[in-house]
Structures are given as C-alpha cells and as structure tokens.
Nanobody, 115 residues
Framework: QVQLVESGGGLVQPGGSLRLSCASS????????MGWYRQAPGKQRELVAT???????AYADSVKGRFSISTDNAKNTVYLQMNSLKPEDTAIYYC?????????WGQGTQVTVSS
C-alpha cells in the first residue's frame, strides 16, 4: 500500500516562508497530476496548487505570487514553497497524487502562521 508523507509544516511568523514536501513510500504509476490542498478549521478543503504531468500549473487566487509548486516525477515527490505567509494561510496542508485509476492522499501537515 503506497503512502504519501508530508513534511515541512510548523509555526512561522507572518511574512515568513516554509517549504512543504510530500514523498511516496513506493512507486506510483500513471500519474496525471500532483497537488496541494488545505483545510482550515471550520472550512472545507480547498485546492492550493496543482501540477499536471503535462506541465500545466494552477494556483488558488489567494496564493498566486506567493506559493510555488514543483514536482520531481522520477521520485514521485511534490513540493510547495510558501513565501510571504499570512495568518489566513493557517491550515492543515495535504498533498494529493492523482493517477488514472485513483487518488492518493497524505495525512496532512499543520501550518500555523502567527506572531
């Protein structure tokens, strides 16, 4: 059973940066997209950024210009560089890997932006 493991979350002051990583415990085949979602307390899970295998990238309007997604397809690893963090970015961040057959989710990593 392949598992996704996120890392890199933590507590950061407003204006700071964090880099999230998501690695798979095994090989994942037929990947079509890799991305990051987040869920804040009392809110629905929302898309943060996604990168398709063809190279198309999309970002939520709230993070455009501040966050950057990158992938290492050979390693089935996806990263999220987060700069100029704001308190409203506080959430649990989840990575997702979508294949032709199914989607895989990580367990989430907490990001807290507070002074």
């Amino acid at each position: 059973q392949v598992q996704l493991v996120e890392s890199g979350g933590g507590l950061v002051q407003p204006g700071g940066s964090l880099r999230l990583s998501c690695a798979s415990s095994g090989s994942i085949f037929n990947i079509v997209a890799m991305g990051w979602y987040r869920q804040a307390p009392g809110k629905q899970r929302e898309l943060v950024a996604t990168n398709t295998i063809s190279g198309s990238t999309a970002y939520a309007d709230s993070v455009k210009g501040r966050f950057s997604i990158s992938t290492d397809n050979a390693k089935n690893t996806v990263y999220l560089q987060m700069n100029s963090l704001k308190p409203e970015d506080t959430a649990i961040y989840y990575c997702e890997v979508n294949t032709i057959q199914k989607g895989y989710w990580g367990q989430g990593t907490q990001v807290t932006v507070s002074s």
